[in-house]
């Protein structure tokens, strides 16, 4: 990246107006928002939900998505006003000379095509290359984009790579016809820590070296701090504070930025557990496969009642599998799993209804996790009734008590469908729902990763009071180790279907660790701006950087 001062202005926005609708009322989302991008530079805009980061990348390539308008302003891409050409003008722009990643590879490829198939359809169509030629291309940026196997890995479908790769993939897509401009809008946030670092570097590495242009969304600060030359802060649709980077890391001077800026205070306080007390879970030396291919080898930690266990590692460390074998949705090849000393049926169709009903789960997409046809009332009230029999008037009182519980107005929201709620609002709804069941224990799976760090520290107090007003035992699924430090009171490090190190918050956080754990510790950025460019140099110096083909 590069200063701006040296580049010709490649787009121009101003007044830009944007507006939503809901309930066939129109209402302002993006309030005469003001750009300015030089080629080669990175703007970074960052913000809260709602603050109108995506709508305005979108705007970027004269795009606005179903139910909402460009109302005003104008939006220049190097001298053409997108609002005064046609919608098939703009489109042949798109792909082209303007191109965008999404926050989800694994929902913006199609499932029955190649990845190398779908790298040469933008180039093909649009007359930029042949078929052949463009095949060469994509081979030439996987191995730029660090891809293992770069003259292979284009011939696999995309379940067959992993979440990093998969995110690589469609960068290398992005790039596919030279844009002069790529909209990056949260490409990194689903990612575990040492993923991420390497999609980062990857990224920052491929736009510097062809000189383009980048709009960088995101919610994370430290991330935000590595990619942008300049950073712009998002309120409501209307900018805050908008400076060269470390200007604005170091010296923000609006009240709202500095409490972005101070976000993540909360933190858990935390106890040990006394010796004559018995986990409430207790997960025994499971042994696990997938078909013939095994996930875990002899897991074993104990959850105890009102604590906290976050179990930690990259994708592919066996996380999200023992929380199947916990749920009984993979039966376990060796060992079991116990609550309250007894031991569950491996198979959840073989376990009561009663011990199905103490073990909930709060999933990571709370877009995907709820169904957008049904009322908030019918989403939280059928496991009431499933589980505790519940109907008419106690019904409706147990579901306003649960909308209460969690922050929630009842009067408000009972009668709404999902899609008339934020991120957090939806993430607040399936946490009433796991609570329906009146669990003692939850399986937390990402529950945070996906939420700005606002609304991701609001569910973390919401899930720290309800532990401690209900007894609760969480076991916190998670590659945010900031999210460790404010949850936890155990943490459970896993690699390769194994965990490598255990213990209390507090000593798993103080050297020495194993290398495993150092490695995920080091991969946490900072707000330093130089911070990613000298842990790079440092892994490649000291030889222990990660192995691509590992994320």
Not at 212 to 223: G, P, Q, R, S
Not at 361 to 376: E, G, K, L, S
């Amino acid at each position: 990246m590069t200063s701006s001062d040296n580049h010709d202005m490649l787009l121009t926005m101003r007044g830009l107006r944007i507006e939503g609708q809901s309930d066939d009322e129109w209402s302002e989302i993006v309030k005469g928002v003001d750009i300015d991008l030089h080629r080669g530079e990175v703007l970074g805009l960052i913000g809260e939900s709602g603050a109108g980061k995506s709508t305005i990348g979108l705007a970027a390539m004269g795009y606005a998505r179903p139910g909402c308008k460009i109302s005003g302003g104008e939006i220049i891409f190097d001298g053409i006003n997108l609002l005064e050409i046609s919608e098939d003008e703009r489109r042949k722009l798109r792909g082209v000379r303007i191109a965008y990643v999404a926050q989800s590879a694994a929902a913006s490829f199609n499932p029955a095509h190649r990845l190398i198939e779908q790298f040469t359809e933008g180039p093909v169509e649009h007359g930029v290359s042949n078929r052949a030629t463009a095949e060469s291309d994509a081979k030439t940026l996987y191995g730029k984009l660090l891809l293992p196997d770069p003259d292979n890995i284009g011939y696999r479908y995309p379940h067959q790579v992993s979440g990093g790769q998969l995110q690589r993939a469609m960068t290398a897509m992005a790039m596919a016809c030279r844009p002069d401009l790529i909209i990056f809008d949260e490409p990194t946030t689903a990612l575990d820590v040492t993923t991420q670092i390497e999609v980062l570097a990857t990224i920052k590495n491929i736009v510097e070296e062809f000189n383009t242009a980048a709009i960088y969304i995101t919610h994370d600060l430290a991330v935000v701090a590595q990619m942008a030359d300049r950073i712009k802060v998002l309120r409501f649709g209307e900018t805050v504070e908008e400076a060269d980077t470390r200007t604005i890391m170091s010296h923000p001077t609006e009240d709202y930025t500095k409490t972005l800026w101070a976000v993540r205070s909360f933190k858990k306080e935390s106890e040990g557990v006394a010796k004559s007390v018995k986990p409430l879970v207790s997960v025994k030396n499971v042994t696990a496969a997938y078909g013939d291919v095994p996930v875990l080898h002899e897991v074993s930690f104990d959850i105890y009642r009102g604590k906290t266990v976050a179990v930690v590692g990259e994708s592919g460390s066996g996380k999200s599998t023992t929380a199947r074998v916990i749920t009984g949705l993979l039966p376990p090849r060796e060992g079991a799993v116990y609550v309250n000393e007894s031991k569950l049926p491996g198979d959840y169709r073989r376990r009561s209804k009663d011990q199905l009903r103490h073990a909930q789960m709060i999933y990571q997409m709370a877009d995907t996790a709820v169904n957008p046809r049904h009322r908030i009332r019918d989403i939280i009230g059928r496991p009431v009734a499933f589980y505790l029999g519940l109907s008419g008037n106690q019904l409706e009182q147990r579901i306003r008590d649960l909308l209460s519980m969690i922050e929630l107005e009842p009067d408000v929201y009972i009668d709404r469908y999902p899609g008339e709620l934020s991120g957090g609002q939806k993430q607040r709804i399936c946490i009433a729902r796991a609570l329906a069941a009146e669990p003692e224990f939850i399986i937390c799976d990402e529950v945070t990763s996906a939420l700005d760090q606002i609304v991701a520290e609001g569910i973390l107090k919401l899930l720290d009071r309800l532990q401690r007003e209900l007894d609760l035992a969480y076991m916190f699924i998670t590659h945010d180790l900031a999210t460790v430090r404010a949850i936890s009171d155990e943490v459970v490090v896993m690699l390769e279907g194994r965990i490598v190190e255990q213990g209390p918050r507090e000593e798993m956080f103080k050297p020495p660790h194993h290398k495993y754990t150092d490695l995920l510790l080091s991969s946490v950025p900072e707000m330093d701006p130089d911070w990613l460019d000298e842990l790079m140099a440092q892994r490649q110096r000291e030889g222990v950087m990660e192995s691509a083909s590992s994320s």
